[in-house]
């Protein structure tokens, strides 16, 4: 239960965390004057103050901010403020919490890689299981034994031996096995499984534990988030059509559960699972809702369009109302959530 806990605050400070640094650190980059930069939300539980930033940490820790200078009405006219930047760089500011989540999701995919994971060795036509009740076990076969020829051909890979038994006509198979100095013959009766559509004998190729070079790892965590995100889309989709249940979202509490077994399931699960999570949040923040920073990039858009920006009282008032609705909405699925996990699902 312990070691759950700090793996489930380990997540929530790797989401959260990363994406306020983003903003942070290009609100400076572009010269912007950054009052604050908090992890958490509501009332300040302890901070410092070094430079023009205070830091702090807050009471409710799913979430945070960063407040820039002339953000807020009354502070339009701030000299180093955001709304006195250049579209391009305030535009910058906003979309750097959500780069920053990819960057993390990347980083922890490439671990996946580096730490490595099992998979099959289809290169050789090696014999790792053997199915009981299966044909192979019937006639001998056994792990380890290397499978040259069937029916006289000869078999390289795995793919090969698929091939010969998938589309065989003879009722009984010629192997020629090769079990560690021996080689010999031996004769299997391949059956129809209906659930493969195929004949098949009963055997399974061996399983390898692959590890790949950092560069290589970077590539394929890259590819991974990318494959990730479209996942996350169609499952969007999903829900907007019909086809996927809403009530399937998850709120903090479902979330601190899932990360809770991902953790006991092993490190590339958790590591797989948090990556997911983060190109969740990365995504989340850009849709065009008020109060998230897709909502504030609307706004620039609009902005970007019109030639001049909106009157910031009533921007603010926007995102004030959008921030009470997502608020409302997390207490909603918190809800769900405990009573889920009351239920025992």
Not at 202 to 228: C, H, M, N, W, Y
Request: net charge neutral; aromatic share 10%; glycine share 10%.
């Amino acid at each position: 239960m312990i070691v759950s806990a700090v793996f489930v605050i380990f997540v929530f400070v790797l989401l959260i965390l990363p994406h306020e640094i983003g903003h942070f650190l290009m609100a400076k980059i572009c010269g912007m004057k950054v009052d604050r930069f908090s992890f958490g939300l509501g009332p300040r539980l302890w901070g410092f103050k070094r430079g023009e930033t205070e830091y702090r940490i807050s009471a409710i820790p799913f979430g945070g901010y960063v407040k820039i200078a002339g953000m807020e009405p009354g502070e339009e006219h701030s000299e180093r403020g955001f709304r006195k930047q250049p579209l391009g760089r305030r535009v910058l500011v906003l979309c750097a919490g959500s780069v920053t989540n990819y960057l993390v999701a990347v980083i922890l995919l490439a671990l996946t890689f580096m730490i490595g994971f099992y998979t099959f060795n289809l290169e050789e036509a090696i014999i790792g299981e053997v199915t009981e009740g299966s044909p192979a076990a019937s006639s001998g076969l056994s792990p380890g034994d290397r499978i040259i020829e069937i029916n006289d051909e000869s078999i390289d890979n795995w793919e090969d031996l698929a091939f010969s038994i998938k589309n065989s006509e003879e009722e009984i198979l010629k192997l020629k096995i090769q079990r560690n100095d021996r080689i010999f013959d031996m004769r299997v009766r391949p059956v129809f499984y209906p659930e493969a559509g195929r004949k098949m004998v009963g055997i399974s190729p061996v399983r390898v534990l692959k590890r790949e070079d950092p560069i290589t790892s970077l590539a394929k965590g890259a590819q991974e988030a990318f494959v990730l995100t479209r996942a996350i889309f169609f499952a969007i989709w999903g829900m907007i059509t019909g086809e996927v249940p809403i009530v399937g979202v998850r709120g903090p509490v479902g979330i601190a559960q899932f990360v809770g077994e991902s953790a006991r399931m092993g490190v590339s699960s958790f590591l797989i699972v948090t990556a997911l999570l983060s190109i969740n949040i990365g995504l989340l923040n850009l849709f065009p809702i008020p109060a998230l920073d897709g909502g504030r990039l609307l706004f620039l858009l609009v902005e970007g369009i019109r030639g001049k920006p909106l009157d910031l009282k009533k921007e603010e008032l926007v995102h004030y109302i959008g921030f009470l609705i997502l608020i409302s909405l997390l207490f909603l699925v918190t809800y769900q959530d405990v009573v889920r996990l009351a239920m025992g699902d």
